[in-house]
């Protein structure tokens, strides 16, 4: 028996169109919202459906996305977490020169290798946080970030450390952090109780689990899954 599990209320507000001899294309541009028993939150800005066809093949449809919100007993779950720390971390080098089109002009990219996240007390649906990062070490092949999720009276609900290499986007191959690429982040040890690692302890026991399909709304401006859906 089917049984609905989520229900996405859309609006479109914009539509972009391009048309020449052999083919076409459009861009319907929208945001939305979701309120049912399993998942409350909205869509992001920068939710866009694109439509393409190339005569006389069949139209092509492709829509990009991602939603935030709450699980239903009203927490932030993990990986709404993980996309908070995410956001705040490109908000930060966006403000110090150092964003998405800075980054993609040098043909450039920081990638994740490492996250270890603490969740001192879940974070619930209408509650004030701040959020918080700062770099906290950098060395020629890795660098160290910070991040804190904070409720109202300054108490840690979430902490974390992550770790980070720097990659060329072409070749996809780290590339060597020189002084120039790490000075203007300006290092600062946030809290030294935790610290990421790239090493994984695996218990004996295994379980397979089911294959999973990466869907086009889960790859990010790097070109790869992200890492709050990975």
């Not at 048309?19 to 049912?36: Q, V």
């Not at 939150?41 to 492709?62: C, H, M, N, W």
């Not at 450390?161 to 990659?167: E, F, G, M, R, T």
Request: glycine share 6%; net charge positive; with cysteine.
């Amino acid at each position: 028996e089917m049984k609905e599990v989520l229900t996405i209320q859309v609006s479109t507000w914009q539509m972009i169109g391009v048309k020449g001899k052999t083919a076409e294309a459009g861009m319907i541009l929208f945001d939305g919202f979701c309120d049912c028993e399993n998942f409350k939150g909205r869509i992001l800005p920068g939710g866009v459906d694109t439509q393409k066809s190339f005569y006389p093949e069949a139209r092509s449809l492709s829509a990009r996305y991602i939603l935030e919100g709450t699980d239903r007993n009203g927490k932030v779950p993990m990986h709404e977490i993980l996309n908070l720390l995410q956001d705040c971390s490109t908000f930060h080098s966006e403000d110090i020169g150092r964003g998405v089109s800075y980054m993609k002009r040098e043909a450039r990219a920081w990638v994740l290798v490492a996250y270890k996240v603490i969740v001192n007390r879940p974070i619930m649906f209408g509650q004030k946080i701040t959020i918080g990062t700062s770099p906290s070490k950098f060395s020629s092949m890795f660098a160290s970030r910070q991040y804190f999720i904070k409720d109202e009276n300054g108490d840690y609900l979430v902490q974390a450390d992550s770790l980070w290499v720097l990659i060329d986007i072409q070749t996809r191959k780290p590339l060597r952090i020189t002084e120039e690429d790490s000075s203007v982040y300006k290092p600062e040890l946030i809290f030294d109780n935790i610290k990421a690692s790239r090493k994984i302890r695996f218990s004996s026991e295994r379980t397979k689990l089911e294959s999973f399909k990466v869907l086009k709304t889960y790859i990010d401006s790097n070109g790869h899954m992200n890492n709050a859906n990975y």
